[in-house]
């Protein structure tokens, strides 16, 4: 018998950590949308993804939030999904999801700590992409 496939792409593996970040205060901001979908449209990492997952994808994390363990479900696929080598872009996404809309509420900020526990992201490391995306998206 064969190894099942991974349900998530390394790529779908960070657009669930996006919409993940933009879904944790159940309010799914505009500039929140932009921004993820400005990060597929722009980035190398998304150059040969197909932008119709992003929809399965999303429902997928909107599954798994409305269940009890879903959050523990959802980072055993990205981590089952994402290689260690792109933790760091990972938690890079999450926070610029995160800083999009110009604020950071309680849930978010606890699910960026989640996201940095589970992707074993460096406290300094963590930090350094926290304040950069912090100052991308500061405004006048």
Do not use: W
């Amino acid at each position: 018998m064969s190894e099942p496939e991974t349900p998530l792409s390394a790529q779908d593996a960070l657009v669930a950590i996006m919409v993940a970040v933009s879904a944790s205060d159940e309010t799914i901001r505009t500039a929140e949308l932009v921004t993820i979908e400005r990060m597929v449209n722009h980035l190398p990492i998304f150059a040969a993804y197909d932008q119709d997952r992003i929809r399965i994808v999303a429902q997928t994390v909107f599954d798994l939030f409305s269940e009890y363990d879903g959050l523990d479900a959802l980072f055993g696929l990205v981590n089952e999904a994402l290689p260690d080598k792109l933790h760091e872009t990972a938690y890079v996404l999450a926070c610029d999801v995160a800083a999009a809309d110009g604020r950071l509420g309680e849930t978010e900020l606890r699910l960026l700590e989640e996201i940095r526990y589970e992707l074993n992201i460096d406290r300094l490391a963590g930090a350094a992409i926290e304040r950069a995306a912090r100052a991308r998206h500061t405004v006048l």
